[in-house]
Each structure stands twice: as structure tokens, then as C-alpha cells.
């Protein structure tokens, strides 16, 4: 088993920035995967951005975050960022960590979930 908590949330205005963190506990000696999603009120949980373990395998979407938002980790502390910078209102959710044990991505759905940090993001 793989615990995660996030951290980092919070009310930003438009065009700010916030860093996620994920720090994960537990089974962290075998290699995982490590990523985002996120809920906006009223819809469906979306992908956000994956990284694996080594870090050289990111993937966004491209739709929502591409060019805007970085994931990125810290094997040796287990944890995990999300920098958002240029953020907008339809930013606004809970933001949710996700791990799954493995050398390749995520997958879906993610083995493990955290309990969410709200963004918010004023216009």
C-alpha cells in the first residue's frame, strides 16, 4: 500500500501561481508512477499530468495544462509536484494525487489516490 497527501492548495487570483506536493508513504522501496487529477464542481475527475518513476516520462493534458503546468518529483522524499503557474478560473477544482506501482505511467485507474487539496483561482 501507498499513502499520499497533498499539500499546497489554496485561493490564488488569475494569472498566479501554486506548487502541489504529494508526499507518499508506505510501500515507496518499489518503483510507482505518480500524477495528478483534478474535480471541478458539477464534473467528471480529469487527468492532469503523470510522471514515472525515473522522471524522464511526463505526460500532460494538453488540452487543459500543457505549457502551463510542471509535474516533477524527489525520489529520495517520496514526493511529488504539480507547479501550476498562469492559472485561470476554470482552474478551480480539487486536485487530487494518484500513484500506481510500476515503471511505466499511471494508468487508469490509478492504484492509489490521495484525499484532495482545493484550488481556487479568483478572475
Known amino acids: 500500500q501507498v499513502q499520499l497527501v497533498e499539500s499546497g492548495g489554496g485561493l490564488v487570483q488569475a494569472g498566479g501561481s501554486l506548487r502541489l506536493s504529494c508526499a507518499a508513504s508506505?510501500?515507496?522501496?518499489?518503483?510507482?508512477?505518480m500524477g495528478w487529477f483534478r474535480q471541478a464542481p458539477g464534473k467528471e475527475r480529469e487527468f492532469v499530468a503523470d510522471?514515472?518513476?525515473?522522471?524522464?516520462?511526463?505526460?500532460y493534458n494538453g488540452v487543459s495544462v500543457k505549457g502551463r503546468f510542471t509535474i516533477s518529483r524527489d525520489n529520495a522524499k517520496n514526493t511529488a509536484y504539480l507547479q501550476m503557474n498562469s492559472l485561470k478560473p476554470e482552474d478551480t477544482a480539487v486536485y487530487y494525487c494518484?500513484?500506481?506501482?510500476?515503471?511505466?505511467?499511471?494508468?487508469?485507474?490509478?492504484?492509489?489516490w490521495g484525499q484532495g487539496t482545493q484550488v481556487t483561482v479568483s478572475s
Open positions: 494518484a500513484a500506481s506501482q510500476g515503471l511505466g505511467g499511471l494508468g487508469y485507474p490509478p492504484q492509489y
Open positions: 508506505g510501500r515507496t522501496s518499489s518503483s510507482y508512477a
Open positions: 510522471i514515472n518513476w525515473s522522471g524522464g516520462g511526463r505526460t
